[in-house]
């Protein structure tokens, strides 16, 4: 990991080849205390799991790209969940023939992944929502 602080609240930077991508996310968060933010990812990975909410079943619906892809967009937030920070993230994938794969990132090995990541100054909190059965910000 090669990470560049820009000013007190934004970093800009690159995850190693081989690691995980959310948790690449996750390390970056902990690492520097940041509780809640935004951040942006482009790149490419060499196989992924994420998943689509079926709002009917009230849940996650998992699949599996076991193929080299690039990243045409990763983008999400960070919020603490029971105190710690939580990545929720979405990304839209591309194969070599262009077509696209999409949903809620679950796990994606890193091929190359440049993040730009903001800081907010206050956390905010995510928490369970009975009539979505979802996670979401308080």
Not at 41 to 51: C, E, L, P
Request: with cysteine; charged share 25%.
């Amino acid at each position: 990991m090669k990470i560049y602080k820009q000013m007190d609240n934004e970093w800009f930077g690159r995850f190693s080849e081989g690691a995980d991508l959310k948790e690449s996310i996750l390390q970056l968060a902990k690492e520097n205390k940041i509780e809640s933010g935004y951040f942006n990812i482009i790149g490419a990975v060499k196989d992924s799991r994420f998943s689509y909410y079926d709002q009917t079943q009230k849940k996650y619906l998992e699949m599996h790209l076991d193929e080299n892809a690039e990243i045409l967009n990763c983008t999400g937030n960070i919020t603490l969940l029971d105190r710690e920070p939580f990545v929720h993230a979405h990304i839209t994938l591309a194969d070599n023939e262009g077509r696209a794969y999409g949903g809620h990132l679950m796990a994606a090995t890193i091929f190359s992944a440049e993040i730009y990541l903001k800081k907010f100054p206050n956390p905010v909190e995510r928490g369970p929502d009975g009539s979505t059965g979802l996670k979401l910000i308080k």
